[in-house]
């Protein structure tokens, strides 16, 4: 018979119950947006003869965003999101890179946590595939490509889950050391060893 798993028991080599501290995503939906134009705005002043040189998302969030109650436990949650992008333009043959943002609203049916004492949190992913741009004024931007989105109802949960105990790495290929640390890389594991 199997011992039930805990620490010193062997449940088909599980050797321990471990609390792990983690975010947990209760819901979500994804945004993709084909062949899309954006009007990004920088607060840097972009010079008349500056060429366009590439876009990259760098972050996005939800911002004044409100929560409704809907139907079949969701609830819709309205709000705008703002997309930080790094823009590289080439002057006089240097190239620079400036903050620009976009600010676009969003309505969307999400279930949240019912109860509980733990705040959830309502995260946005953003990326772009950004196929062109252009310089269309001394503080605008335009970039066109294929943007996705993604937002999650998260909150910080802790998780027990049974475990084998901690990794044992072998040695890399190639690596040439003289010292011999031992095998106690982490530290003990209450008591327990794989």
């Not at 994804?30 to 002043?45: E, K, Q, V, Y």
């Not at 972050?59 to 139907?71: I, K, P, Q, R």
């Not at 969701?74 to 002057?91: L, N, Q």
């Amino acid at each position: 018979m199997v011992k039930k798993a805990g620490c010193g028991g062997d449940f088909d080599g599980l050797c321990c119950r471990m609390v792990i501290e983690t975010k947990r995503v209760f819901d979500g939906c994804a945004f993709t947006d084909r062949n899309i134009t954006l009007t990004l705005t920088t607060d840097t002043a972009l010079p008349q003869q500056a060429a366009f040189a590439c876009a990259r998302v760098t972050g996005s969030e939800l911002v004044g965003y409100s929560v409704t109650d809907g139907t079949g436990g969701c609830c819709r949650v309205t709000g705008d999101i703002v997309t930080t992008f790094a823009v590289t333009y080439e002057s006089g043959g240097s190239c620079f890179t400036v903050p620009a943002v976009v600010r676009e609203t969003r309505s969307v049916l999400l279930k949240l946590p019912d109860s509980g004492i733990v705040p959830f949190s309502i995260e946005v992913q953003s990326t772009m595939s950004v196929n062109s741009g252009a310089i269309i004024g001394s503080n605008a931007v335009s970039v066109s490509g294929c943007l996705l989105q993604i937002i999650k109802v998260t909150a910080p949960v802790d998780i027990l889950i049974p475990t084998y105990g901690y990794c044992h790495y072998p040695p890399c290929t190639g690596c040439v050391c003289d010292a011999d640390f031992g095998t106690n890389v982490f530290p003990a594991f209450g008591g327990d060893e794989v």
